[in-house]
């Protein structure tokens, strides 16, 4: 048996590259198929493969994996650049979390802020997330129109498996084209009508760059943390773990409880308004997402 990573998947084949020229188009073996799960085999899974006589090949084994983004599924991602416009369409810091949140879940090594387009917003482009810089994100500030930080984008993704993620029409395809001679991806337009950007990549794919991969991601402007648990989503917010497990009563959602570490941080400016008021959304929002699934297990 040959091993090699899974660049791509789609349509029920997984095409696998072993070192050879060209990627092996494998399905995979039907023991996988007969107990079936979420995230069986996903780009950037490591695998054991089984060549045919035609040069196709079928999938033996996974791996395991050292990471896995959940959404969209990669695995064994060392990096995300969490990729986002200065303008059209507009910086939602709502979104801005959301993402964080799906990153620090799925337990990626790095994690940075990308914000593009700064050429549209030239008054305050240095100081845009400015206070996540200071809770431990690297935030890069570039224009792929002008060629402003991609040096150092270029830089950042040396020697990584870096997978792009954001919503729709924020340039993450003419970024990585910028910062990658000859990538070629195609780069699609924002709607005038909607003020939203155009799906442009379709699947998620690896591709080789240096010593490393990088991953474009199909753009989503909606965000759902189906999974996560509301006991661990306070974790995800890293400037909350100092805070965790001085509160007055155990559990604590963090949200309403008197003589809350977290809610008293937030009050005396030590943990940033907007990241407290995101923790509380989203918390919201997974618990009514929990709630709506248990009356429909009733029902």
């Given at each position: 048996m040959?091993?090699?990573?899974?660049?791509?998947?789609?349509n029920s084949f997984?095409?696998?590259?072993?070192?050879?020229?060209?990627?092996?188009?494998?399905?995979?073996?039907?023991?996988?198929?007969?107990?079936?799960?979420?995230?069986?085999?996903?780009?950037?899974?490591?695998?054991?493969?089984?060549?045919?006589?035609d040069k196709t090949g079928v999938i033996e084994e996974v791996l395991p994996r050292e990471t896995l983004l959940r959404r969209p599924a990669v695995a064994n991602v060392t990096q995300v650049v969490l990729t986002f416009a200065a303008a059209q369409p507009d910086l939602h810091l709502l979104l801005v979390n959301r993402f964080l949140v799906l990153a620090e879940w799925s337990c990626i090594p790095k994690v940075r802020i990308c914000i593009n387009k700064i050429d549209l917003a030239r008054e305050n482009a240095d100081t845009l997330l400015a206070d996540y810089e200071?809770?431990?994100?690297?935030?890069?500030?570039?224009?792929?129109?002008?060629?402003?930080?991609?040096?150092?984008?270029?830089?950042?993704?040396?020697g990584e498996v870096t997978v792009f993620a954001g919503?729709?029409?924020?340039?993450?395809?003419?970024?990585?084209?910028?910062?990658?001679?000859?990538?070629?991806?195609?780069?699609?337009?924002?709607?005038?009508?909607?003020?939203?950007?155009?799906?442009t990549t379709r699947v998620a794919e690896l591709i080789p760059c240096g010593a490393g991969y990088l991953v474009d991601t199909p753009g989503f402007s909606a965000m759902e943390l189906e999974g996560l648990e509301l006991a661990k989503l306070a974790a995800c917010f890293p400037e909350f773990r100092p805070?965790?497990?001085?509160?007055?009563?155990?559990?604590?959602?963090?949200?309403?409880?008197?003589?809350?570490?977290?809610?008293?941080?937030?009050?005396?400016?030590?943990?940033?308004?907007?990241?407290?008021?995101?923790?509380?959304?989203?918390?919201?929002?997974i618990e009514e997402g929990q709630k709506l699934l248990r009356r429909k297990a009733y029902k």
């Open positions: 040959r091993q090699g990573r899974v660049r791509k998947a789609y997984f095409y696998v590259d072993t070192g050879a020229e060209e990627l092996v188009s494998c399905k995979l073996r039907g023991r996988f198929k007969k107990s079936r799960k979420e995230c069986c085999v996903v780009p950037g899974d490591c695998v054991r493969i089984e060549l045919l006589p200071r809770i431990g994100y690297s935030v890069l500030h570039t224009s792929a129109q002008e060629g402003v930080g991609v040096d150092a984008l270029r830089e950042a993704l040396a919503p729709s029409g924020v340039g993450k395809s003419s970024l990585l084209n910028a910062a990658v001679p000859g990538l070629s991806l195609k780069a699609g337009a924002v709607s005038e009508k909607i003020k939203r950007g155009r799906h805070y965790l497990g001085a509160c007055r009563f155990a559990p604590c959602s963090h949200t309403h409880e008197p003589d809350c570490a977290v809610k008293a941080a937030a009050e005396k400016g030590e943990i940033l308004s907007e990241r407290y008021d995101a923790y509380r959304t989203i918390y919201q929002e």
